[in-house]
């Protein structure tokens, strides 16, 4: 096994931690260790429910990241460190690039004008009433599941060219986990809460604020596949989801 050696201050004080402290080695594990860290926590905890279930995801992607670079490299604390810190990353990223696609695909306005402001409100009201944003037609609350905002938001964060992280470990999301579908869901809702006073405001994407709001769109995301069982609708959604993201 390699131990990883890390770059310290002229006076052999520690600092805080950046990849370019760590040795080259390490430093393409942790490149790798980081992008796989980033599919897992979307795929299997995208607000995990304490730091024991983010270690043991750092853990298997730096495992994985080995075993793919074909070295054996020791995990240390500072680069558990540097991986947990993808999980506000992704989060934020994710935040960022659906923010102006949720606001062009329902027509938010940034204006002063009392007329806008209103429509803005009511519109941001009427999309949360029973998370109708979530239908392919939220006026008539047709196709649930199926509204293209999602397949948009999935294709530019995670497919958005050929060295994308859903393209390159793309195994993590073929088909795409109900918990990628829970996840975007909840950004959406999030921005759309961010209209609810009619002008645009900034809400924090975090665990302590959605992480309620993610647990509620995966539970009836699972009460929709219990319910459709026989036809495997939500199945197919999944699928579809996945087929047309790697068709870009």
Aim: aromatic share 8%; glycine share 4%.
């Amino acid at each position: 096994m390699v131990l990883p050696k890390i770059k310290k201050n002229s006076d052999g004080s520690r600092h805080r931690m950046k990849v370019s402290d760590f040795d080259d080695v390490s430093k393409e594990i942790l490149g790798t260790a980081a992008c796989i860290f980033r599919c897992l926590i979307v795929s299997q905890a995208p607000f995990p429910e304490n730091i024991a279930v983010k270690m043991q995801l750092a853990k298997a992607a730096w495992h994985e990241a080995c075993q793919i670079k074909g070295i054996n490299v020791k995990l240390t604390p500072s680069g558990v460190k540097m991986l947990l810190t993808r999980t506000s990353q992704v989060h934020g990223e994710l935040k960022m690039k659906m923010c102006s696609l949720t606001a062009s695909f329902f027509g938010f306005q940034l204006s002063n004008s009392n007329d806008v402001i209103r429509q803005n409100r009511d519109l941001a009201e009427s999309l949360k009433d029973s998370s109708v944003f979530a239908f392919k037609d939220w006026k008539s609350k047709k196709g649930i599941y199926k509204t293209e905002l999602l397949q948009l938001g999935i294709n530019i964060m995670w497919f958005a060219n050929r060295h994308d992280e859903g393209v390159i470990h793309h195994k993590y999301f073929n088909p795409m986990p109900v918990e990628v579908i829970a996840l975007v869901l909840t950004t959406i809702e999030c921005c759309i809460n961010e209209w609810l006073q009619g002008l645009k405001e900034d809400i924090k994407f975090t665990s302590a604020t959605y992480g309620t709001v993610y647990h509620g769109h995966f539970c009836s995301l699972q009460r929709f596949n219990e319910r459709t069982a026989p036809y495997k609708l939500l199945d197919k959604i999944r699928v579809n989801l996945h087929d047309v993201a790697r068709c870009i």
